[in-house]
């Protein structure tokens, strides 16, 4: 658990902020979205967090498994929930990605149904996102149509990926996939690797760059930098499951230093 302190420091600064609990499923091999997401949101200036994890067995990102990886979704849905979250981010892109659409709705929807369906059972009501629907929601907050993508996986996963956000109405215009199918391997790859693979797609048609479409292949540190350099709206699995935490909690979207799409609600001059 990573905790973002709260009422010690509310007491010498001022009234309590609210706080929130979010809960995280996440491979076991997983340890990239446990350090970009609670650096991204202990930088809100209305609430604080504290985390919560609970792991599903994966080492190598392949669809065999990820399929036995997502099996183990209903125990460790029961186990997050136990901690009394506020929201919930199943935290694998990929693997619902690579999932697939079937009757015209995708993994993610279906999976984040699934998981409010089985708390709600409890009488629990946390807030429900998942990496791959926040990536299609925040493009979508957007208006990004056309997108470039940069990911780590192995190029037969990495079609999936890109078949999906086509089913989603989101045009690839151009992507690249790294080649790494070891999961604990893509928390490894370097930024100037991430960053090189981005300057070698054709971004002149495009409304907005993926820059990490994975929670495990770190990005937190590329995301404004590469914003600064390319001039056009920069994501990661990792900005975009922040964005939508906090839209589905009803908080501000106002985080410094990554990417504008979490400075949506930034004060002018501010």
Not at 176 to 189: F, H, S, T
Request: glycine share 6%; hydrophobic share 45%; net charge negative.
């Amino acid at each position: 658990m990573t905790d973002v302190p709260t009422s010690s420091r509310a007491a010498a600064d001022g009234p309590a902020r609210p706080h929130h609990r979010i809960g995280l499923v996440v491979p076991s091999s997983n340890v990239t979205v446990e350090t970009e997401l609670p650096a991204l949101l202990r930088r809100h200036h209305d609430a604080t967090f504290s985390f919560h994890s609970t792991r599903m067995r994966m080492h190598t990102v392949s669809p065999d498994e990820l399929r036995a990886m997502n099996a183990q979704r209903a125990r460790c849905v029961d186990e997050v929930g136990d901690a009394g979250v506020d929201a919930i981010l199943y935290a694998c892109l990929v693997a619902l990605m690579a999932q697939g659409h079937t009757d015209g709705v995708g993994e993610h929807a279906r999976t984040e149904s699934a998981v409010e369906a089985q708390l709600a059972r409890r009488d629990l009501t946390p807030q429900i996102t998942s990496s791959a629907g926040a990536l299609v929601h925040a493009l979508r907050s957007t208006s990004a149509r056309r997108v470039a993508l940069v990911m780590p996986y192995l190029r037969p996963v990495a079609e999936l990926v890109v078949a999906y956000l086509e089913a989603e109405g989101i045009t690839v215009t151009d992507w690249r996939a790294l080649e790494v199918g070891d999961n604990a391997q893509v928390g490894c790859i370097p930024g100037d690797q991430v960053l090189a693979a981005a300057r070698s797609l054709d971004l002149s048609d495009v409304d907005a760059l993926v820059i990490s479409a994975c929670v495990q292949m770190p990005s937190l540190p590329l995301v404004q930098a590469a914003e600064d350099e390319f001039g056009l709206p920069v994501l990661s699995a990792a900005t975009a499951g922040a964005f939508t935490l906090l839209d589905r909690l009803g908080l501000p979207i106002d985080l410094t230093g990554a990417g504008r799409l979490l400075a949506r609600d930034a004060k002018v001059g501010a």
